[in-house]
């Protein structure tokens, strides 16, 4: 290890005074929750507001996170795009337990949900595609996300070929395209308090719907 590269970060810390968290005046389903503090993140957040951290893994458990956004939300689940033979991709093929991940530092919070995570329709899928500016859909025909390129010159050649051939801008939405859903049988909401004294109340989906606790910070 080289030390003098080394960073002492014992000192680095805020203090998180955020209101309280009741349980009784949460909502009875978590989504309906989500969809309250996500409004409040568009407010305090507008940049990357729906940025959250995917966390999927390898059958044999090694995990691996990434930052994707999210695109839609209702009551069956959270939903984002990107391509089915990427690392992720591979990972929800063969292991589709997944975690999300939102932190809204103005805030002082965080939401943790987990679940199970389908394919979109095709037909949805090929929908937002062509719903994305041009340039993106460029770059997401030109990408084979997640192998290995040479140079970037590579794929800006690329994205330059597909421009001359598809110059009528109907390029078509790439079979790897894939919308992703996770339905959640777990959400946790978080909020930073004085002295660490953090408020955390969890949803858990039981047999007789969403059961809410309190946890320990
Ligand atoms: C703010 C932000 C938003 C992103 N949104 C997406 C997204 O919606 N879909 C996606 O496939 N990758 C998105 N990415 C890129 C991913 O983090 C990641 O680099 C890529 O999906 C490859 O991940 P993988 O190799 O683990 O499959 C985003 C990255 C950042 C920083």
Not at 7 to 24: F, I
Not at 155 to 162: G, K
Request: hydrophobic share 30%.
């Amino acid at each position: 290890m080289n030390h003098s590269s080394e960073k002492n970060l014992r000192e680095a810390r805020r203090e998180y005074k955020g209101e309280a968290l009741r349980k009784q005046s949460m909502a009875d389903d978590p989504i309906s929750e989500f969809a309250d503090w996500l409004e409040l993140a568009e407010h305090y957040h507008p940049l990357d507001s729906t940025a959250m951290v995917l966390a999927t893994a390898t059958p044999d458990g090694q995990p691996s996170a990434r930052t994707v956004l999210l695109k839609h939300f209702d009551q069956h689940g959270l939903c984002w795009y990107s391509n089915s033979g990427s690392e992720k991709g591979a990972h929800l093929a063969v292991n589709p337990r997944a975690a999300l991940h939102f932190y809204w530092s103005a805030m002082s919070r965080q939401i943790r949900v987990s679940g199970r995570v389908e394919k979109l329709p095709r037909a949805i899928a090929e929908e937002y595609f062509h719903s994305r500016p041009e340039g993106s859909r460029y770059s997401a025909v030109a990408s084979r996300q997640s192998s290995v390129v040479n140079t970037r010159e590579q794929l800006e050649t690329e994205v330059e070929n597909l421009k001359r051939r598809f110059s009528d801008g109907n390029l078509p939405c790439p079979d790897d395209w894939c919308g992703y859903c996770l339905r959640p049988d777990r959400f946790e909401f978080w909020q930073g308090r004085e002295n660490r004294l953090h408020d955390r109340i969890v949803y858990i989906d039981g047999d007789d719907g969403w059961q809410k606790q309190r946890l320990a910070p």
